[in-house]
C-alpha cells in the first residue's frame, strides 16, 4: 500500500530504501543541484540519487550539511563511473565520491554500466559492503543476461538495479526477472525525458483525477512495486512529483498504461553504451 513519501521498500538485506527520490542527473553542480536537494529535504524527500558522472556530489554534500535533516535520516546512493571500474579502481572512486558528498558512509553504491570488468568491481562492492562502508549494494541498467554474468561470480546479489523504465519502455521480463532474486528495480527516466505530455492517455487519465501526466506516470510505476528517482531543479517541479499519494489508478487504468509499451529507448542500450 502507498501512503505517503516516507514509503519504503525492503531491501535483500533488510534496508529500508524510500519509493520515491530525488534524482540529480544533470543538475548542475553549486545553486543548482543544492537547491533542488534543499527543497526536496523540506518536502520530505529522503532519498537522494547522484553519481560520480554527475559531477554535482559536492553540492549534495553541502546540501545534505547544511539541512536541518539528520544525515541518517537520508537515503543517499551514488554510482561508480564506467572508466572506474575494477576492483582497485571502484576503492579509490568511492573513497573520492565520500570526500566529495562529506559523509563517512552511503546508504547505496551502484555500479552505473555493465562492463567487462564488473565482476571485479562488484567484488569491491561486495567489499565494502562487508566492512560496513555501505549499507546496501546494487547495478545500473543490468539487463537479464548481464545480471546471469555478474552472478556467476558474485556472492552477494545486487539488491538494487535502476534501469529506464516508463510506460514506453517496461522491460517487463528484467523486472520479472528480478523480483525472482529479490532485487529492487528503480526506475530512471520515469517521466520519458519531459515527453509524458506527448502520451494523450497519459493527460486523459491525468484529467480524470486532477493530475499531471508526470504524476500519473509516477503513481503508475509505484502501483507496480518499482522505486523511482524522478529529477528535476524546478521546486515547484520536486513538489508536483511527490504529490501522488492522494490518488490511485484503477485495474483498468494501469492496464491501459501498460498497453503503452512499445519497447522505446530515450537512453543508451545497456549492450551499445560507449565503453568510457
Known sequence: MLTGIGDTVTLANGVEMPRLGLGTYKSAEGGDVERAVATALELGYRGIDTASLYGNEEGVGAALAAAPVPREEVFLAS?????????????????RSLERLGTEYLDLYLVHW????????????ERLLAEGRVRAIGVCNHLIHHLDRLLESAEVVPMVNQYEFHPWLQQSGLLGHCEGLDIVAQAWAP???????????????????????????????????????????????????ADVFDFSLSVEEMRAIDGLDRGERLGPHPDRFPAR
Do not use: C
Not at 86 to 91: R, V
Not at 116 to 122: G, I, K, M, N
Open 79 to 95: 554510482k561508480v563511473w564506467n572508466d572506474e571500474q575494477g576492483y582497485d579502481a571502484t576503492l579509490a572512486a568511492f573513497e
Open 114 to 125: 555493465p562492463r567487462p570488468e564488473t565482476p571485479d568491481t562488484w567484488r569491491a562492492l
Open 191 to 241: 517521466l520519458m525525458k519531459g515527453r509524458v505530455d506527448e502520451e494523450a492517455k497519459l493527460v486523459a487519465i491525468g484529467k480524470r483525477h486532477g493530475k499531471s501526466a508526470a504524476q500519473v506516470a509516477i503513481r503508475w510505476i509505484l502501483q507496480h512495486g518499482v522505486t523511482t528517482i524522478p529529477k528535476s531543479v524546478t521546486p515547484a517541479r520536486i513538489a508536483e512529483n
